[in-house]
């Protein structure tokens, strides 16, 4: 073997791989996104990771930033097969899974998703190829009430606070309150796709170019665009001060629907610097018709929405006649740990869940370690035995630089007497402890 | 768009897709087995979905099974790019991973993995393209003590105690003994492979299919071959047992480690049914070197195997030269859940992971049951809230279909008096709680 050829294993650009200590920090993200997911009721489908493409193009999506598959050394193109593509996003799959199944689900249907998707995009800084998407939606069978919009930002607010980085901001609006704004300020029905296009853009533009592209492509005078825009920088408290800034069926629409969605959050329990009402915020989409949502994070405020969605009209206009409408969200985990790590909110943790190791320097008593851990194991402790022939100095060296909190030592003379040592790695001390008593000690320690 | 083109959405064969009630028992198998995982001191890892095509045939696999990806509708060969295929296990991305970050690694490395693979067969009655594997290894650096064998059953034996489907029993040989009893009935050294193959075949081709072939392919008399498979067939209640079945270096080494592996077991609390010594186990691969691994279920045995591995000497020859011995064994998720599903000794679930649905009959009132909501949520239960314009009646029929347990009512009457309506639509009573006692209520009858 010694001939055999070396490979030389490269990482793939745009495909992350997080080493040991960041995949528990991500694994401790998807489980207080999963918790929270399912403390409001939101219940996992997964979907295969692989659509037709039929589905995957049906709605005219660039279909360049899509994987195909086929089989490798297949005899010909038929057996190749072509017909299959990795899915994108999480949405359209959603859309295909409840179509399908929809004479067997109950509505509204609330899911939760937490899958990779894959684009096939040329590699850049911070882009990646293969990302987790958390997705959450309520679809509503013919109708789905704003009440449902309101519960969105408060799981979005839960997880944000439940994940100990600093907290976050849902920001929201209304789209057909910002139409409203657009038609009050001149624009015609026809350009207000245009228009919310423009405003979508503000962030990256800025409002001297915002304000340009109002003027060329909605047909807004200089003033109107100027007013419209300052109306959308104005801060806004609650729906009841926006009663003026806007007139017409719309408005009104938008109106009511966003007050049911802030009356619904801070019933919800919603605190009042867990969200912000921001006019200016269209979502480049059409899809969207109602409520929409951005996440910016307290700490990280520079790099953008974190967590982004809406109301949209109908889910799944591409396989079914039958009108479902919802509202859903979207957090780009991938993506906000890449930004997490690299700003160091959020530090990797060790290369192990487990708290305790339970050393084993006299080869002669392995029995008697090997019972030690099982006992740990059954009080619901995370334990590793260290199964080499090393010296305990070797053994101690291994638990710090595993990242364990406590070693658990015992020779001869604990043996006799009935107790353990237990060194805390972290407090850089050591106690004897009544063996007996040792799941009671490391887990009322462990805190 | 009531013109638009409408598109069926149909079953993609070989790539399962759960309904509801069937992803929550998936996702509680997956709880059970990630506890298990990290109660024992594996760390997670995830690998990209895909490795380099090179990677992924670096051992000579038949690449016929593999899916490779493409860019669609890229311009040319070039940029749709040829180099990447979906990974077919998890065993070749972990060589990879542990080859390419070896040095920031600290061994014994004990991690899980627990991920999709695929594998592009022509899909037939029970074969997946898709399926879900759950993979434990330990790999040691240079060497690795057979206490890591030791361990591998009995995270097995655990999780599938936990599982609460009946249970299974950890079948266990090494294959250096079993080479040793082969060559203690007159096998040359080069045949033991072909011998060992013979007897891989036992429960597809039967006791005299066996005996044929250790004749034809092993070179055995057929009276050795007759000895032989009796003693294979023999029950072992342990180690001890074995000492005068062969002789010779390989047996005496196999012995020896067969003798730690299951004491280390005992100790670790491994009763006395969780686990079976068979001689016959051979594991096709002869990648494995010494310990093997079987696993049947109590109440399910004619599925054959559900989770299977071993010992191997190295892990990663392909990348390094260093060498990487290890144990592990992998959990086929997908197909023992059909298998579950298909027996009827699993039932899917309700469509909803929460125990609670509040209603909403009294759409004036609609602040407070949001609040209660709230306050049984922040009380730790899952808990939904009705969203809808319906009448009671059909509120409760959506509880009944989603299967909730518990509905929580509440109208003029009930708010006058600070008490709500519990209706446990299980055991189909209800009570009069005090509002204030609600979340306490809930969480002693939910049990």
Not at 99 to 120: C, D, E, S
Not at 207 to 217: K, M, S, T, Y
Not at 327 to 353: C, D, M, N, Y
Not at 418 to 439: F, R
Request: aromatic share 8%.
């Amino acid at each position: 073997m010694a001939d055999a050829p070396i490979l030389k294993p490269q990482p793939i650009g745009g495909f992350p791989e997080w080493q040991p200590g960041e995949k528990l920090v991500e694994d401790r993200f998807l489980e207080v996104i999963r918790r929270q997911f399912r403390r409001f009721g939101f219940t996992p489908i997964e979907t295969p990771a692989v659509e037709r493409t039929e589905v995957m193009t049906a709605k005219g999506v660039v279909d360049k930033e899509i994987y195909g598959l086929s089989r490798l050394a297949a005899a010909d193109d038929a057996e190749a097969g072509g017909d299959l593509a990795l899915h994108f996003d999480l949405t359209v799959p959603t859309a295909r899974y409840v179509a399908q199944h929809m004479n067997r689900l109950v509505f509204p249907f609330r899911r939760y998703q937490i899958q990779k998707v894959w684009r096939g995009e040329r590699p850049q800084a911070g882009r990646f190829r293969e990302f987790y998407q958390c997705d959450i939606d309520i679809v509503g069978n013919g109708s789905l009430s704003p009440l449902a919009d309101a519960e969105i930002p408060v799981v979005i607010h839960t997880i944000f606070r439940d994940l100990d980085i600093g907290g976050a901001v849902v920001r929201l609006n209304n789209r057909k309150l910002l139409q409203g704004l657009v038609e009050s300020h001149g624009v015609a029905a026809e350009r207000f796709a245009a228009a919310l296009r423009a405003i979508d853009a503000l962030e990256k533009i800025g409002r001297d170019g915002v304000a340009a592209a109002l003027v060329a492509e909605a047909g807004m005078d200089a003033a109107a665009a100027d007013r419209l825009l300052a109306t959308l920088a104005a801060p806004v408290a609650s729906p009841q001060d926006l009663a003026g800034a806007g007139s017409g069926p719309l408005f009104a629409a938008g109106l009511d629907e966003l007050t049911q969605v802030v009356d619904g959050m801070r019933a919800l329990g919603m605190p009042d610097d867990g969200y912000r009402l921001d006019l200016s915020i269209a979502r480049g989409l059409d899809y969207y018709t109602g409520t929409v949502y951005e996440t910016v994070l307290t700490a990280l405020p520079k790099i953008g929405s974190v967590c982004s969605g809406g109301r949209y009209d109908d889910l799944a206009s591409a396989y079914t006649r039958q009108k479902l409408p919802g509202v859903g969200i979207s957090i780009g985990l991938t993506r906000l740990l890449a930004r997490l790590f690299e700003a160091k909110i959020v530090t990797p943790a060790g290369q192990t869940p487990a708290t305790t190791l339970v050393t084993t320097m006299d080869r002669a008593r392995l029995a008697d370690y090997l019972a030690i851990a099982a006992a740990l194991r059954t009080a619901g402790i995370d334990t590793e035995v260290f199964t080499e022939p090393k010296k305990l100095g070797d053994q101690l060296k291994y638990a710090d630089r595993k990242g364990f909190r406590f070693a658990v030592i015992a020779g001869e003379d604990e043996f006799a007497a009935g107790t353990v040592q237990v060194k805390d790695l972290a407090a850089q001390t050591q106690e004897s402890v009544a063996a007996a008593k040792l799941a009671t000690y490391l887990n009322r320690e462990d805190k």
